[in-house]
């Protein structure tokens, strides 16, 4: 188990090229964050049940056509009761994933006041988030672009990179360009730290 353990949470901090990152998939109960994760790892559909705690998978992800990163991906459960616990998953990671079922428009208004209430407490300030509009391959799933406006991002902290991505976990059409854009945003994120630090 200790062995599990170290492997679980690794330093990743001495890792210059980023080789690995670390992330947390959030977002409201039913939005497909565990079929998500499952199209990635697996590259299929997968019919999953609520997850009561999270779940934790190291995904390869091939960026352009010279390397592969290591994506470490916590997903954890989305309902209510669950959501304090999301600010103990984002402490200290890389970059977040915001999923929301695009075909829920009465729930948007509970998915914007959890995206805007994580992403302002002061250990994620800053922190990439890459909002996924699941369930494109259903009628009447919103644009990414409504997604957007309902979510109000451009209200998010001035700090904060973001980008919004259609996408569906059946098919899991938007979820390689997303990752990319993530990891881009990421990297990004960690120039400007290591500049300010240079300037101090």
């Known amino acids: 188990m200790g062995n599990q353990l170290t492997e679980m949470a690794p330093n990743t901090s001495f890792l210059p090229t980023f080789q690995s990152v670390h992330v947390v998939v959030i977002g409201l109960d039913s939005a497909g964050k565990t079929s998500l994760l ?39 459960g989305g309902q209510e009761k669950l959501r304090p616990l999301w600010k103990s998953y984002t ?15 009465e729930r948007m208004e509970e998915a914007k006041v959890e995206l805007h209430k994580i992403t302002r407490t002061s250990e994620n300030q800053g922190v990439p988030v890459l909002i996924l509009a699941n369930k494109q391959d259903l009628p009447g ?27 569906s976990a059946l098919d899991g059409q938007g979820l390689q360009p997303g990752l990319e854009k993530l990891y881009e945003m990421i990297l990004k994120r960690k120039k400007m730290q290591r500049h300010s630090k240079r300037k101090r």
């Open 141 to 167: 799933a919103l644009s990414e672009a409504e997604v957007e406006k309902l979510l109000t991002l451009h209200e998010l902290c001035s700090s904060t990179l973001h980008h919004a991505q259609g996408c």
């Open 38 to 76: 499952y199209r990635m790892k697996l590259r299929e559909f997968v019919k999953t049940i609520p997850t009561k705690g999270f779940n934790m998978e190291k995904i390869k992800v091939a960026m352009g056509t010279s390397r592969c990163i290591t994506f470490q991906v916590w997903d954890v």
């Open 91 to 105: 402490r200290r990671t890389d970059g977040m994933v915001f999923v929301v079922d695009s075909t829920e428009v």
